[in-house]
C-alpha cells in the first residue's frame, strides 16, 4: 500500500496484493479503483470528475450519509446532497494485510463543523477489503447521549460493457420510481432499457447482475433497499462532471439505507455492508 497525493492536493492509498488492486481517496473514503487479477475495472470513474475536493467525486464508491438524496426536512433542505461523509477528508486509521488481501481502515468523527450540519455525535467507520472479493462497510456508532437515526448508501457505479448487456436480478418485486414519483411493480430481472432511478425496498440479500464483462453477486448487509440509476443521455449532458458519452458505460446499483432509515440508540452502532463477488 501506498500514500499518494494527487496533483490537487488530496491524499490517495494505492492497493496491491497478491489478488487484487484498488485505489481509495481520504476525501471522502471514496473507493475509485477496484480490479481483481483477471478480471475487468468493477467502477465507472467520470473522467470529468473534480479532483480538488471542491465536489465529492463522480463514480467508484460515494458514501452517501447520513442522509440520501436532500436532507428530511427537519434537517434542512439546504443541506449537501446525500450528507457529508463524501465530502469530508477522513482519517486512516490502519491498514493490515491477512490471507484474503488487504484492509482498510478509515475514519470520520464529529466535530464543531458537522454538527451544525447534522446535530450529533458519531464515530463513522469504513472498512474495505481489496481481495479477489471487495467487501466494504460503513458502521455508524452514536457516541451521543440521545438516539439518532441515519439514512444512506454505498453508491457504487459500476462499469459496464454497454446498456444491453447490463442484466440485474434479485431487487424484488416492487420500487419506488423518483422519475415518476409513484411506486410501481418490478417483474423479474431488470434490464437498462431507458433511464432510471428507483428505489427497491424489498431486494433480495444477494443481487445478481452481469456488467458484459462478468457475472458479479452482491451481498448486502443491513440495507433496507437497493438503488438502481442510470442518468441517461439528457441527465448526463446536463452533469458538467459526468462525461456525456459515457453514461451507457455505467450503472449505479447502491446498498442502501432509505425510507425511515436506522435508529441507533446512544452507544449503540450499525453496519450496513456489501460483499462483491465474481460468479463468472
Ligand atoms: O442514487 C441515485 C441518485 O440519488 C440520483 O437521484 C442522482 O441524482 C444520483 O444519485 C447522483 O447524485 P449526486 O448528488 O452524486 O449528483
Request: one cysteine or more; proline letters at 4%.
Amino acid at each position: 500500500v501506498t500514500l499518494a497525493t494527487g496533483s490537487a492536493g488530496l491524499s490517495y492509498l494505492l492497493i496491491k496484493n497478491d489478488h487484487a488492486e484498488a485505489a481509495i481517496s481520504l476525501f471522502g473514503a471514496h473507493l475509485m479503483h477496484y480490479q481483481a487479477n483477471g478480471k475487468h475495472p468493477l467502477l465507472w470513474m467520470s473522467n470529468t470528475s473534480a479532483q480538488d475536493g471542491s465536489k465529492p467525486f463522480r463514480g467508484g464508491v460515494p458514501i452517501c450519509w447520513p442522509w440520501f438524496g436532500p436532507a428530511s426536512a427537519d434537517i434542512g433542505t439546504d443541506k449537501p446532497l446525500h450528507g457529508f461523509a463524501r465530502i469530508n477528508e477522513w482519517k486512516l486509521e490502519g491498514i493490515s494485510e491477512n490471507a484474503d488481501g488487504t484492509l482498510i481502515h478509515l475514519v470520520l468523527e464529529s466535530t464543531e463543523k458537522t454538527r451544525e450540519l447534522w446535530p450529533h455525535d458519531f464515530r463513522l467507520e469504513f472498512e474495505v477489503q481489496v481481495g479477489a472479493e471487495l467487501t466494504m462497510s460503513i458502521t455508524t456508532t452514536n457516541t451521543g447521549s440521545s438516539e439518532l437515526r441515519y439514512r444512506g448508501a454505498l453508491h457504487t457505479y459500476f462499469d459496464t460493457l454497454n446498456t444491453e448487456s447490463v442484466k440485474i436480478s434479485g431487487l424484488g418485486d416492487r420500487f419506488y420510481d423518483k422519475l415518476t414519483q409513484s411506486e410501481r411493480a418490478q417483474d423479474g430481472d431488470l434490464l437498462l432499457t431507458e433511464g432510471m432511478d428507483r428505489i427497491y425496498t424489498a431486494p433480495a440479500a444477494a443481487v445478481t447482475f452481469t456488467n458484459g464483462y462478468e457475472t458479479v453477486q452482491l451481498n448486502n448487509g443491513n440495507a433496507n433497499s437497493v438503488v438502481v440509476w442510470n442518468p441517461w443521455d439528457k441527465i448526463a449532458a446536463n452533469m458538467p462532471d459526468f462525461d456525456s458519452d459515457r453514461w451507457p458505460t455505467m450503472v449505479c446499483i447502491e446498498t442502501a439505507v432509505t425510507g425511515e432509515g436506522v435508529v441507533v440508540a446512544a452507544g449503540e452502532e450499525h453496519t450496513l455492508s456489501a460483499t462483491l463477488r465474481y460468479l463468472a
